[in-house]
């Protein structure tokens, strides 16, 4: 019985026109993750799956993270319609991807965002993931341009977006501002934004709401930072 290939496809309804299409998943015997950048930026043994999480329908130009695909708004499958399909060129996004097909997946994700006006939390993730894509090519000055672009989104996530709505809890949230702020060498944001957690903590009823994990890389990382801005 000959082995079973890392990538299958799968089929799906795309939301927006209804219509039957394949997207390309990866069987988890062969998901094996070696190790984690700070902000959470994944490295696999064998296959990355996180060029396969941007789904694409080939028939109208709908796309979105494989987790949301299904989860357009009746206003959001509109205005695909409208300012996408009506100029959609059929592109197919099935079988192997390397790191550049993931990037052209990924921004035809970030531009179905963008029509359809979707939650800051969206666009935050979705930046964050185009800049990994960016480091493992070894792309510094895009990597940190979406970088700064998922910073910003992910501020405004923390600021103006209701928390039952975000997909993201708060205490992640700010977490995740601080390391892309470490990133972007914004030392003094990046340690307000740790110290924000760390005091949030202090308040037991808040502190049963927060990873440990995550507290304890906040402490972690605001002694690095401290270490670094004193060896300087």
């Given at each position: 019985?000959p082995?079973?290939?890392?990538?299958?496809?799968?089929?799906?309804?795309?939301?927006?026109?209804?219509?039957?299409?394949?997207?390309?998943?990866?069987?988890?015997?062969?998901?094996?993750?070696?190790?984690?950048?700070?902000?959470?930026?994944?490295?696999?043994?064998?296959?990355?799956?996180l060029?396969?999480?941007?789904w694409?329908?080939?028939?109208?130009?709908?796309?979105?993270?494989?987790?949301?695909?299904?989860?357009?708004?009746?206003?959001?499958?509109?205005?695909v319609?409208?300012?996408?399909?009506?100029n959609?060129?059929?592109?197919?996004?099935?079988?192997?991807?390397?790191?550049?097909?993931?990037?052209?997946?990924?921004?035809?994700?970030?531009?179905?965002?963008?029509?359809?006006?979707?939650?800051?939390?969206?666009?935050?993730?979705i930046?964050?993931?185009?800049?990994?894509?960016?480091?493992?090519?070894?792309?510094?000055?895009?990597?940190?341009?979406?970088?700064?672009?998922?910073?910003?989104?992910?501020?405004?996530?923390?600021?103006?977006?209701?928390?039952?709505?975000?997909?993201?809890?708060?205490?992640?949230?700010?977490?995740?501002?601080?390391?892309?702020?470490?990133?972007?060498?914004?030392?003094?944001?990046?340690?307000?934004?740790?110290?924000?957690?760390?005091?949030?903590?202090?308040?037991?009823?808040?502190?049963?709401?927060?990873k440990?994990?995550?507290?304890?890389?906040?402490?972690?990382?605001?002694?690095?930072l401290?270490?670094?801005?004193?060896?300087?």
């Amino acid at each position: 019985m000959p082995e079973l290939k890392p990538i299958f496809d799968s089929e799906v309804t795309c939301p927006v026109c209804e219509k039957s299409i394949k997207v390309t998943k990866v069987r988890s015997k062969y998901i094996k993750l070696k190790k984690q950048d700070d902000d959470f930026c994944p490295y696999y043994e064998f296959v990355n799956p996180l060029l396969y999480e941007a789904w694409v329908c080939n028939h109208c130009g709908y796309a979105a993270h494989n987790t949301v695909f299904s989860k357009v708004t009746q206003n959001g499958r509109k205005a695909v319609l409208e300012q996408i399909s009506r100029n959609w060129t059929s592109r197919d996004f099935t079988g192997e991807r390397d790191f550049f097909k993931a990037l052209e997946a990924f921004k035809l994700v970030l531009y179905n965002l963008q029509i359809r006006e979707a939650p800051y939390s969206e666009f935050a993730k979705i930046c964050l993931r185009i800049a990994w894509l960016y480091r493992y090519i070894g792309n510094h000055s895009e990597e940190e341009r979406f970088l700064k672009y998922s910073y910003d989104y992910y501020k405004k996530v923390y600021t103006r977006e209701n928390s039952k709505e975000s997909s993201i809890d708060e205490f992640t949230c700010i977490y995740i501002i601080g390391v892309i702020a470490k990133r972007l060498n914004l030392t003094s944001e990046a340690i307000s934004w740790f110290s924000r957690m760390i005091s949030f903590s202090s308040n037991p009823a808040e502190k049963e709401k927060i990873k440990p994990k995550l507290l304890e890389n906040a402490r972690e990382q605001i002694y690095q930072l401290r270490m670094e801005m004193k060896n300087e």
